[in-house]
């Protein structure tokens, strides 16, 4: 059973930079899985963000494009997100995902992380 | 890219069905078969529950079924019970991205 933990800052301010991480466990994620974050603003719906290979493929959501990064660490078994210029309208629970296939959706998710961006 | 459309709101009574649609566009919904059901209960991570239109992952109860004609995809829930009383979110394949649709909520009477 593969296990997904999320974490990052809890909080951040506008204009700085997000980082969060999703460590993998019960599987390498050197397999032929694809691993996506996903964010849900409070009270609000699910937004996809990006998915990654273990190659290093990466696809991301047009809108967030420009300031996101998505990595994944093989020798840590973990994918890392990181988005730029935050503004309030990024603060969200953002989850980890991970697929069998590329279109086979998210199976397993982590319980999701809290970012607040705030000065 | 824009949200797929879903009701946001349904409800039934116990041992009723409720259908759920979703409608996108012909660049996600009616272009590809991967379209995936989420079910989502209160401070909880989603769940899938249908993936490729139809298909059902081991231990999703087969009450839940999925379907789609057109830009349009279905989540139907037969023998409703209390426990299904949850958000859903349909999201779909879009090319090179995904997109949710923005949720139903699903209510037992």
């Known amino acids: 059973q593969v296990q997904l933990q999320e974490s990052g800052p809890g909080l951040v301010k506008p204009s700085g930079t997000m980082s969060l991480t999703c460590v993998v466990s019960?599987?390498?994620?050197?397999?032929?899985?694809?691993w996506s974050w996903v964010r849900q603003p409070p009270g609000k719906g699910l937004e996809w963000i990006g998915e990654i290979y273990h190659s290093g493929t990466t696809n991301y959501n047009p809108s967030l494009k420009s300031r996101l990064t998505i990595s994944v660490d093989k020798s840590n078994n973990q994918i890392s997100l990181k988005l730029s210029s935050v503004t309030a309208a990024d603060t969200a629970v953002y989850f980890c995902?991970?697929?069998?296939?590329?279109?086979?959706?998210?199976?397993?998710w982590g319980q999701g992380t809290l970012v607040t961006v705030s000065s | 890219q824009s949200a797929l459309t879903q009701p946001p709101s349904a409800s039934g009574s116990p041992g009723q069905s409720v259908t759920i649609s979703c409608t996108g566009t012909s660049s996600d919904v009616s272009s590809y078969k991967y379209v995936s059901w989420y079910q989502q209960h209160p401070g909880k991570a989603p769940k899938l529950i249908i993936y490729?239109?139809?298909k059902r992952p081991s231990g999703v109860p087969d009450r839940f079924s999925g379907s789609k004609s057109g830009n349009t995809a279905s989540l139907t829930v037969s023998g409703l019970q209390a426990e299904d009383e949850a958000d859903y979110y349909c999201s779909s394949y879009a090319g090179s991205n995904r997109v949710f649709g923005g949720g139903t909520k699903l209510t037992v009477l």
């Open positions: 490729e239109v139809t």
């Open positions: 019960g599987g390498p994620i050197s397999s032929t899985n694809w």
């Open positions: 995902a991970r697929g069998e296939t590329r279109y086979a959706g998210g199976k397993d």
